[in-house]
C-alpha cells in the first residue's frame, strides 16, 4: 500500500516524517521566555488521520483562532482518493467542522447586512449622529456572539469528551472497530484520538501521532490553551498570541 505524502517532509532516506516530528521536540521545546513563536505557530493546529484541525477548538475554519485550513483538507483528499484510501481526518468531526464554518459565515453575513442597512439609513456616520441605534445594533450583535460561541464552545467540550469515531491510523481498514462491539482504543495522552487495535495505535505513534499528543507539547503551550479555554467560556474571544 503506497504511504500519503501530503503535509510530510521528505527525509534522506527515502521515508517521510510529519512536520512537527521533523522539526523535532527539542527544537520545538527549546524556547524560553518570549521567544516561544515557533512551537505556538507549529502547535496551534492538531494533525489527526494527515488532517491539520485547529488544535483548541478541532474544526478545520476556526472564527476564534482566525485560521482555515479547508484547502489543506481537500488537497489531502485528492492525494488519498488517487491512492484509493478513505478520506483524512475524522468523518464526524469533518461534518461537524462543514456545519460550523457555514453557521459562522452565516452570522458574518447578517452583522455586514445591518451595518450597512444602518449606513445607508442614517448615513456613514450613524454612530455619532444616530448613536441610539448603533449601540442597539452593537448590542443584539454581542449578544448574537456570545450565543454562537457559547453553543460552538460546549460541543467543542463534548467532541473532546467523546473522541474520534473511527481508528485514526490512515492505512486502517477496519476504521470503526473490531468485533461486534466495534469498541475503539482511546489515546491515554490526548484522550481525542482512537484506535481500533493496539498494533494500529503504536504504528500511528511511529507515523503521526507522537509530535501531535498533547503529552508531547511544551507545559507553558498546554497552560497557556488552557487559559485560552477559560477566557472563551467567560465571554473573551481576544485574539491569540499564536
Known sequence: MEEPKHSRVPQNDGTSKSLKMSIGK?????????DNGLARMIYVTMTINGVQYCRRHLVLSC???????????????????????????DPKLNERAEKWLYEVKGKQTQSMLRRENLSLNYGKNHAK??????????T??????RDLN????????????DGMTQCCYWACNTPDGIGEEKKL???????IVKYCCKDHQLLDWKWEHKGEC?????????????Q??????????ADYKS
Open 140 to 145: 443584539e450583535l454581542k449578544i448574537d456572539e
Open 26 to 34: 527539542k527544537k520545538l521545546h527549546s524556547a524560553v521566555d518570549d
Open 185 to 191: 482504543l482511546r489515546c491515554a495522552g490526548c484522550s
Open 129 to 138: 449622529t444616530h448613536p441610539q441605534h448603533w449601540i442597539k445594533m452593537m
Open 214 to 226: 498533547t503529552v508531547n507539547l511544551p507545559d507553558w503551550l498546554n497552560r497557556e490553551m488552557e
Open 228 to 237: 485560552d479555554r477559560l477566557n472563551n467560556l467567560d465571554g473573551d474571544y
Open 150 to 161: 457559547d453553543r460552538f464552545l460546549t460541543e467543542v467540550d463534548n467532541v473532546k469528551k
Open 63 to 89: 472564527h476564534l483562532c482566525q485560521r482555515d485550513d479547508t484547502f489543506l483538507k481537500e488537497e489531502n483528499d485528492d492525494e488519498r482518493q488517487c491512492l484509493g484510501l478513505r478520506s483524512g481526518g
